[in-house]
């Protein structure tokens, strides 16, 4: 019995999901240590201290389930942002999010659309629910609004933009979002994915929660796993309309969100100091990057996340292998039809050098 032939139609051509290689299977692999890990965007300075004392203090109630509605956490949510907790949908990870958002609002033979190199899971949960993909060929590696908006239909339901995108890096300014939202009808629901949104510039980051209020058909989807450090427990939530946001919930998984990840989250919401030292580690870093690249003869994709990629103009899985031998893990984007490039995490200063000097010897 082959199983495949009776699996939904969409799964048949999928492929499972590549996350980023574990430091402990290079161990494993190579028998070598002192290794640093750049290939998946995870925060550099480990888990936030306002985040252990949060779980400290619940060690004692994990019998117990956690709060299906996430109570403290949307109040925490709300009061930062100043939306409603009625517009807050939580997820067990942003990816959660994306998923649900698509079972949600889309079925099998209605059109999801997003771009070239965007985040891989966008194609996967189209593919899972049999929906139709319209795949939009990317401009200078990121989103071609103007070819999203000639994709609509009478079978659009969803489009997906990452901002800033991910593998690529690209951003969108906030008038570029405002003129294409203007000009996407009502009854087709854009989500803005902004896994990365607080590594921007504060004077270009998007108001997104203020566009929300001219656009109905606005989802926002933000993670908790990047500036805020916790991507190990899985954490994300989704700002949308009241009426989006009850729909997402009655579909949403009860008990989606464990205990420790409630209690981190709404510890490292109040925790502005820790953000704000991330984000300036990967302002100073990410022009080290730039500057070697550009001493070196490097092409790079400009980005407003923390990752940068790196077009070497040749196939870039046999620089990964070495780069691997020197202790140094970054991502092969082979799968996001990027052959020729690698992605790197920026890490603190010591890391970083330590990808400098392993690529300059793989490259020389």
């Known amino acids: 019995m082959q199983y495949i032939n009776i699996a939904n139609e969409g799964i048949k051509s999928l492929s499972p999901y590549q996350a980023g290689k574990p430091i402990e299977e290079l161990e494993r692999e190579l028998g070598i240590t002192n290794i640093v890990k750049l290939a998946s965007n995870e925060n ?38 100043g939306v409603q907790p009625n517009q807050i949908t939580l997820g067990n990870g942003s990816n959660d999010l994306l998923e649900l958002f698509a079972h949600t609002f889309a079925g099998e033979k209605d059109e999801i659309i997003y771009s070239q190199y965007a985040f891989i899971v966008y194609p996967l949960v189209t593919k899972a629910i049999n929906a139709v993909a319209r795949e ?10 103007d070819g999203f908006l000639k994709a609509i239909n009478d079978k659009t339901k969803l489009i997906y933009i990452a901002n800033p995108n991910n593998p690529t890096g690209n951003f969108l ?12 009808p009502e009854r087709v629901l854009v989500v803005l994915d902004e896994a990365y949104t607080e590594f921007t510039d504060a004077k270009e980051r998007l108001d997104s929660f203020e566009l929300l209020q001219k656009y109905p058909n606005l989802i926002i989807s ?8 916790l991507a190990g427990l899985r954490i994300g939530y989704a700002v949308s309309n009241p009426e989006v946001a009850d729909l997402l919930n009655r579909v949403r998984q009860p008990f989606n969100c464990n205990v420790l990840a409630l209690v981190s989250a709404v510890a490292v919401m109040k925790d502005d100091a820790f953000v704000a030292k991330v984000a ?71 890391e970083n050098d330590k990808f400098f000097t392993a690529l300059l010897k793989v490259l020389g």
Not at 53 to 80: C, H, M, V, W
Not at 136 to 145: C, E, M, R, S, V
Not at 222 to 229: I, V
């Open 44 to 81: 550099p300075f480990g888990f936030p201290e306002s985040a252990k004392k949060a779980i400290q203090a619940q060690l004692d109630n994990l019998t117990r389930y956690p709060d299906a509605n996430g109570f403290e956490l949307k109040q925490a949510i709300s009061q930062k942002f």
């Open 136 to 145: 939009i060929p990317a401009k200078d590696w990121g989103h071609d609004l």
């Open 173 to 184: 300014t906030e008038a570029e979002v405002d003129n294409f939202l203007n000009q996407v």
């Open 222 to 229: 933000r993670s908790l796993s990047k500036a805020y450090g």
């Open 280 to 350: 300036e580690n990967n302002r100073t870093e990410m022009a080290r990057y730039e500057a070697f690249c550009q001493q070196h003869g490097l092409e790079y994709i400009p980005s407003k996340g923390n990752f940068i990629t790196i077009n070497f103009k040749r196939p870039a899985q046999p620089i990964y292998d070495a780069l691997l031998r020197e202790g140094v893990i970054v991502r092969p984007i082979a799968g996001y039809g990027m052959p020729n490039h690698l992605r790197v995490s920026i890490g603190l200063p010591h």
